[in-house]
């Protein structure tokens, strides 16, 4: 089956069945061999969902008549056309007979001649997409838009803008393995340009590379994680032989990072989702870390743990993701605005659960990958508002001590989006 339905079938998982494409995407890839098609079908399917809107109106506006049911994944293969017409170096004759090929592997012989049609007709207007109302102009769902613009009153354009930017590939160096300069100069040995971040491990890469190209990668000198995912383990911050929980800690990337940064530390690692959850010890198990992993909720810790309170908890609670959408641009599409409330009311029930965990002078650091008030801010206000024996501790990267936690927003520092409180039990 060749590249161009494979890219249809992703986002028609995506948009039609609600599947992440982190998780449709690699399920095609696998039927690919070559390097540089596997790449290809990712820019495709990245780039749909990316510009869906507009690419779904310059599609839509050249059809009479609009594709339902099981034909739907044909609409879908001509938005994968329509983003290589605008969007690739691809020649315009090869897009347009690749997709109307892929409509015949896709055993739709009948809609082939309509795809080689609208496909030319686009061609032809060479009309610039459509920005007549927000979320055209700046391919966002109008929900989206209306909180950010709440939320971030002087910015919110900009906030947006770096959503949709390519975000940057970071490293983590493993401390236990090598100190950062030593691993910089060990990436400069290879004419890999980098250079150090803000946080005390991360490597911001000129350009993505393939993890195997780095040094040591295999044998855990360096891990792949945002720079602002990076800052978690910094500011909780474990010490000795403390009793750490990393609650919700899929896919392990912060679990591993507290290991390396404390390595006498006993780590309990529990995460809802059992599948997730193999990705965790993965992660541990190529670093030659060790932690105990349990599959549970960590809003019913009582369920799973009977041993003494943690010193130390990380609450990464589940969220909108809405500060990682350029890293996971189907975010947009997958969620919706009713979810923020119940989200909040979730994270709600997990931060009251974790509080009654943590012992009297311990630390919990709360995170998201959320740029949302309703998810940081505010979760963090009520807390401390109904929580009398909670103490926000301000973290010295925030740009006011005043400020109820530190917001990261999409871009700064090249960082993706995120928020951190850091609060102590009296």
């Not at 060990?186 to 803000?198: F, M, R, T």
């Not at 641009?329 to 119940?342: A, G, Y």
Request: charged share 25%.
């Amino acid at each position: 089956m060749n590249l161009r339905a494979l890219a249809a079938k992703v986002v028609f998982q995506v948009l039609e069945k609600g599947i992440s494409l982190s998780v449709a995407l690699p399920d095609q890839q696998r039927h690919l061999d070559n390097g540089k098609d596997k790449a290809l079908l990712a820019e495709l399917c990245y780039g749909v969902m990316r510009y869906l809107p507009q690419l779904d109106k310059q599609v839509s506006d050249c059809m009479s008549k609009q594709m339902k049911g099981k034909q739907r994944i044909v609409h879908q293969l001509l938005l994968v056309g329509c983003y290589q017409l605008y969007f690739t170096r691809i020649p315009s004759h090869a897009s347009i007979s690749e997709t109307a090929e892929a409509c015949r592997q896709l055993k739709f012989e009948g809609l082939v001649k309509v795809v080689n049609g609208v496909l030319r007709n686009i061609q032809r207007q060479e009309k610039p997409l459509a920005t007549d109302n927000d979320t055209l102009a700046y391919n966002t769902p109008a929900w989206i838009i209306k909180r950010l613009k709440e939320a971030y009153p002087d910015n919110w354009k900009n906030v947006i803008e770096q959503s949709h930017e390519r975000p940057p590939m970071w490293l983590r160096n493993n401390q236990q393995s090598q100190t950062r300069e030593t691993y910089l100069q060990a990436l400069a040995g290879l004419e890999i340009e980098a250079e150090a971040g803000n946080s005390p491990d991360s490597i911001l890469l000129s350009s993505p590379r393939d993890v195997m190209q780095l040094p040591g990668f295999e044998t855990g000198a360096a891990s792949v994680q945002d720079g602002a995912a990076q800052w978690a383990a910094t500011l909780l911050a474990p010490q000795g032989d403390e009793l750490v929980l990393d609650a919700c800690a899929a896919p392990g990337g912060k679990t591993c990072h507290l290991l390396e940064l404390a390595p006498n530390i006993k780590l309990v690692a529990v995460d809802f989702d059992a599948k997730r959850l193999e990705r965790v010890q993965q992660n541990l198990d190529r670093l030659s870390l060790k932690a105990e992993c349990i599959h549970g909720d960590a809003a019913d810790i009582d369920s799973w743990w009977q041993g003494e309170q943690f010193d130390r908890i990380l609450l990464d609670a589940p969220c909108s993701a809405t500060g990682v959408i350029r890293r996971h641009p189907d975010i947009k599409w997958l969620r919706k605005n009713n979810d923020i409330e119940e989200l909040a009311q979730l994270q709600s029930q997990i931060f009251d659960h974790c509080w009654k965990w943590l012992k009297s002078g311990g630390t919990l650091l709360y995170a998201t990958c959320s740029i949302l008030p309703q998810e940081n801010r505010d979760q963090v206000s009520a807390f401390l508002a109904r929580t009398p024996d909670a103490t926000l501790v301000p973290i010295e990267e925030q740009a006011n001590p005043d400020d109820i936690g530190w917001q990261i927003v999409p871009g700064q520092d090249n960082m993706d989006g995120f928020y951190y409180a850091r609060l102590v039990k009296d």
